[in-house]
């Protein structure tokens, strides 16, 4: 009858009977051939490190973050920062872990600007246009005191 105190005996050469689940049809899907492919990300969102979200920075700053492992030669970080306060946005690549940003970017004006800056993978073209081939992290912000 079965069980799990079930012990029968077998003898070689015995002939046994075992039941198979019946397989259950599955409908694939044909192609139609206008199918287009989807690239996968192949790297996560780099973890940020510097500065801390929602602080404060004065002068020159550098972004900070922690690697996603070995990079392709056409690989790069794809770094935006955005200036909240001005409405302008500037665009950096690198392959290091860090990014100083230009001193033309530190406000001037007399305010304090709140940047947004994201980063994530690309890889770049011979155009110099750029595919993500990693996850966008999430914004980190914090606050450029003007000279």
Not at 6 to 18: L, T
Not at 93 to 107: A, G, N, S, V
């Amino acid at each position: 009858a079965g069980g799990p105190n079930c012990n029968p005996f077998i003898r070689e050469g015995q002939v046994i009977n075992v039941l198979v689940p019946t397989a259950t049809m599955t409908l694939t899907p044909t192609p139609s051939g206008l199918e287009t492919a989807t690239m996968t990300p192949t790297f996560n969102a780099p973890m940020m490190v510097s500065p801390p979200n929602g602080g404060i920075a004065a002068g020159l700053v550098t972004l900070q973050w922690v690697s996603v492992g070995v990079l392709r030669p056409d690989e790069q970080y794809l770094i935006q920062v955005v200036d909240n306060t001005s409405g302008t946005t500037w665009t950096g690549i690198t392959k290091q872990t860090t990014l100083r940003l230009p001193e033309e970017l530190i406000p001037n004006d007399g305010q304090q600007h709140l940047i947004t800056w994201t980063i994530s993978v690309a890889q770049v073209n011979s155009d110099n246009s750029y595919n993500l081939v990693g996850v966008l992290g999430e914004a980190r912000s914090f606050t450029w005191n003007s000279r």
